[in-house]
Each structure stands twice: as C-alpha cells, then as structure tokens.
C-alpha cells in the first residue's frame, strides 16, 4: 500500500529538475499512476490505478500565480531547471511568475503536462526514460 512517507522519501532525492526522470521512475516503482502538482502552494495529489488518493500539505507560502502564460519565459524558465541551474522553490517560483497553475505527469503517458488557471495546456513534455 502506498504511503505519504513513501512519496516523501523519493521526493528527497530530487535537488534539481536534472533529477525528475530518476524521481518519475521511483514513483512508478511505488505504484503511483500520476499526479497533480499545484504551484500557488506546492501539494500534490498523487494517484494510484485504482484511483487512491494520497495529498501533500503545502510546502510553501502561496504564491500568486500570474493570470496570463508566458510561455516562451517558461521554455526558458524549465530549461534552466532541467540542467539544474534552478532549485524547487526557485522552479515554483517562475512557474507562478510564468502563469502556471499546475503540472500533470502521467506515468502511463510518460509526459508532464503545464496548464495556465483557465485550465490550458501551454506545454506537454515527454518524459526521459
């Protein structure tokens, strides 16, 4: 049965966005199908293929999340994290200065999804194996 402190333990492992493929495949192992990260607070819903739900609490202050997407700043923004130039705080930061509201990754598509508050995908990424 997956738990909290599972998710939690994987997620320690991440320093940088250069790490997200390791912690995708950590979460895998643990059974997760795919969750929700929101940028105004920082929990997730994580998921499991029968629809269980586990929910983090906030891992920060709110942040206010612009009401339009820029995203080209955010191409730029999410590159930099990903070579590992930026930290979590800082990577949630830009997401909110670049309107994301949240990000969807699906293990089973393999992709992690942006969307704006309207609910608007402004980027869809495969995910390494």
Same mark, same amino acid.
């Given at each position: 049965?997956?738990?909290? #402190?599972?998710? +939690? =333990?994987?997620?320690?492992?991440? @320093?940088?966005?250069?790490? !997200? ?7 895998? %192992? ?17 998921? $499991? ?6 929910? $983090?609490? =906030? ?14 700043? !955010?191409?730029?923004?999410? %590159?930099?994290?990903? +070579?590992? %130039? &930026?930290?979590?705080?800082? !990577?949630?930061?830009?997401?909110? @200065? ?12 393999? &992709?992690?999804?942006? !969307?704006?508050? =309207?609910?608007? %995908?402004?980027?869809? #990424?495969?995910?390494? +194996?």
């Amino acid at each position: 049965m997956l738990t909290l #402190e599972q998710i +939690q =333990a994987a997620h320690a492992k991440v @320093k940088s966005g250069a790490d !997200f493929p390791n912690y995708i495949q950590d979460l895998i %192992k643990l059974g997760v199908a795919y969750y929700e990260t929101y940028v105004c607070d920082g929990h997730t819903d994580y998921y $499991t293929p029968d629809s269980t739900k586990i929910s $983090t609490v =906030a891992k920060y202050d709110a942040l206010l999340v612009a009401e339009q997407g820029n995203t080209a700043q !955010f191409k730029s923004d999410l %590159k930099a994290h990903q +070579q590992g %130039k &930026t930290d979590y705080a800082g !990577f949630c930061s830009d997401c909110a @200065k670049s309107g994301i509201d949240k990000w969807a990754v699906s293990m089973v598509d393999m &992709t992690c999804t942006y !969307f704006d508050k =309207a609910g608007n %995908k402004l980027l869809v #990424e495969l995910i390494p +194996q």
